[in-house]
Every structure is written in C-alpha cells, then in structure tokens.
C-alpha cells in the first residue's frame, strides 16, 4: 500500500463520515424546521411574548397581536430550493410615501420595485429606493439609516424592509427564539415612531380612500394610470406592474395572492 492507496482511504473515509453527520444532524434538523415553521409551533412559542394568537385565515400560520394599539402580524415561511427561513413582521401603519430597503442579497424583491426612484446610499448594501426621493432622504437622515444598519446588524445581512400607506413590512432571513423578538418589534416601534401615521381600520376603508383620493396604488404612492388590477379578496386596486413585484395584494393583512 504506497501513500495514494492512503489518501483514497481517507478520502472515501472523510465522505463517508461527512454523509453519517448529514443523516444524523441535517435531516432532523430540517424536520423540526419545518414542524416549526408549517405547522406554525414557532409562531405558538412566539405568541405568549408578543401577547398574541395563531390564526389561520388563509390555511397558513400567522400570529396576530397588538403593538401600542396597532393590528400587527408575524409571519414564518421557508422558501426557494434550499428552504431558507423568512421572518416577517406587518404593522398597520400608513406612512406618506413609498419605500424599500432591501439587501442586493436579499431573498425576495432584490430588484427595483415599479415606480420608483433609487436613493442615494453609498455607505451600506442596502439598496434604497421611494416613490419620492427628497422624503425618502429626510426620513433617513432623521434616522432610519442608523436603525437600518442596526438591523443589519443583529438580523444578517439579508432584510428587506418596506414603507406603504397600508403598512410597515419588516423581513429577515432568520428566525426568532422568544427572547430575540422583542429586537424585531422594538425596530418596528422606532420605524413607526419615525415614519408611520395611523391608518384607516379596515381594508375597506383604504379601498375607499384609495379611490376618493384620485386612484393612488397603495405599492408605490404614485397615481393609478395605465393596467390596473384589483385583489380577488379585498378588491384594492394596483399598478399591474406593482402587483406582479410584489406577487400578492399589498392590504395590510389580506391574503389575496390573485387578481381578479
Ligand atoms: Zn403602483
Ligand atoms: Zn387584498
């Protein structure tokens, strides 16, 4: 047996070790995820911190609870190929325009949404962009930026956070233990504090405000010109373009996935 003889060996020695650590760790690993995360019993060890419940009004999980008065709804998902674990937390809140920020790397909505104008960035990887510009500069430099790099910070470099008139959306690709939550909802509390006003109660009022106001689609805060399609479930009107970015109805709460 000369020395290549040896390295085969623990070459296929290695592989098999590297293949027992996989059956043993990896697989259960990925059934507990996904117990958590479908069957929704991260959400139910979530619920007793943030004074909620679990609710399903489209089949899947969501913990439903109030923050300083405000309907909020946390959500859990695994998504793509290699099942990567989502986080999302929506506050019903309005604010005066429309913002994302989203790491290049993000998961979801790496692209530039319609409608909208990216913001000057240079020191982070988020990538900036708002239906108006000069808003969008005031609130960060008043001080979204520092809670942006702060999120980035304890949350991975994969968030995605989104300003609407129906609502705050906050997402990161991670999830959260008991005792990191309140992290995820203090950003929110300073996010609102920051931008938010109170919005309307329900979806039908801001379907109605929506169309008193002129028709302003409640993705980009620019006015309803053009393909417009409406949710299947609470009838509030989008850009077509807006509605395919975001792959569902832009109402804070409303499950609706289809235009019809
Ligand atoms: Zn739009
Ligand atoms: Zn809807």
Not at 170 to 189: H, V
Request: glycine share 10%; proline share 5%.
């Amino acid at each position: 047996m000369d020395g290549s003889d040896v390295f085969v060996i623990l070459f296929y020695l290695l592989g098999l070790v590297g293949c027992s650590v996989l059956i043993v760790y990896q697989i259960p690993r990925q059934k507990r995820l996904r117990a958590r995360v479908e069957e929704g019993q991260g959400l139910a060890a979530l619920a007793a911190s943030v004074g909620g419940r679990v609710e399903r009004p489209s089949g899947r999980p969501e913990l439903r609870f109030e923050r300083q008065g405000r309907p909020c709804i946390l959500r859990e998902e695994m998504v793509g190929r290699s099942r990567k674990p989502l986080t999302t937390l929506e506050i019903r809140v309005a604010t005066d325009g429309f913002l994302v920020a989203a790491s290049r790397n993000s998961y979801r909505f790496p692209t530039i949404p319609p409608h909208s104008k990216s913001v000057s960035n240079p020191q982070d990887s988020l990538r900036i962009t708002a239906s108006d510009a000069a808003w969008a500069e005031g609130l960060l430099r008043s001080g979204l930026r520092a809670l942006l790099v702060g999120l980035s910070g304890w949350a991975g470099d994969s968030v995605h956070v989104r300003l609407t008139t129906s609502c705050v959306w906050i997402e990161i690709e991670t999830l959260l233990s008991p005792d990191k939550i309140g992290k995820l909802l203090e950003f929110g509390d300073r996010v609102v504090g920051l931008a938010g006003a109170d919005a309307p109660a329900g979806a039908v009022e801001v379907l109605d405000t929506v169309e008193e106001s002129g028709g302003i689609c409640q993705v980009c805060s620019s006015p309803m010109d053009g393909a417009v399609v409406r949710c299947e479930l609470c009838r509030t009107p989008h850009h077509a373009d807006c509605w395919e970015y975001l792959g569902r109805c832009s109402t804070f709460g409303c499950p609706g996935a289809r235009a019809g």
